[in-house]
């Protein structure tokens, strides 16, 4: 379905006339940037994530990458392409989340439970979770949690829209 969107994205952001499409690098830029921020700190399934922007939301992985499909619908210049991304997004994600929460709380137990209870699976909280500090890991959220590739899809993306707008 992504690849679908994908096609759409290109298709209409290659035939629009209007400058206010390259909006959407802004929230595309924003959530790649949230994403590796997020996956400096992610060690699935041995460690709990709540440092870094796990502190302030449950899931900025997925945030982020709401933030770059929406930034593709904005760059697309059709409502109808942003809105089935919002929407079609929102309803796969919350089912999957659901289904990871389950996992989660399996694995991590009361730790979790206590995380989930005080910071919001999509709304940011502006006072951070805890005190703790770790480090952000390049390696870790570039190579092994592959930000790359959502790096690499995204500059691709923008790059074909731009050499098909010339």
Not at 9 to 22: N, Q
Not at 45 to 74: C, D, E, Q, T
Not at 80 to 109: M, P, W
Request: charged letters at 20%; aromatic letters at 16%; hydrophobic letters at 50%.
């Amino acid at each position: 379905m992504g690849l679908l969107f994908a096609i759409a994205v290109v298709y209409f952001s290659a035939k629009s006339e209007k400058i206010l499409c390259w909006w959407g690098v802004v929230p595309i830029f924003f959530g790649e940037i949230l994403r590796v921020w997020a996956a400096g700190y992610i060690r699935k399934n041995k460690v709990l994530a709540i440092l870094g922007p796990y502190r302030h939301v449950r899931n900025p992985l997925y945030a982020g990458s709401f933030l770059i499909g929406a930034g593709f619908g904005i760059l697309s210049s059709n409502f109808i392409i942003l809105a089935l991304i919002i929407i079609i997004f929102l309803l796969i994600y919350t089912l999957q989340i659901n289904s990871e929460e389950k996992e989660l709380a399996k694995i991590f137990g009361e730790k979790y439970i206590n995380y989930k209870k005080n910071v919001g699976r999509w709304i940011p909280r502006w006072k951070p979770y805890n005190n703790e500090n770790e480090k952000f890991d390049i390696k870790l959220a570039i190579f092994k949690n592959k930000e790359y590739n959502s790096i690499l899809g995204c500059i691709g993306i923008i790059l074909l829209v731009l050499i098909l707008r010339e």
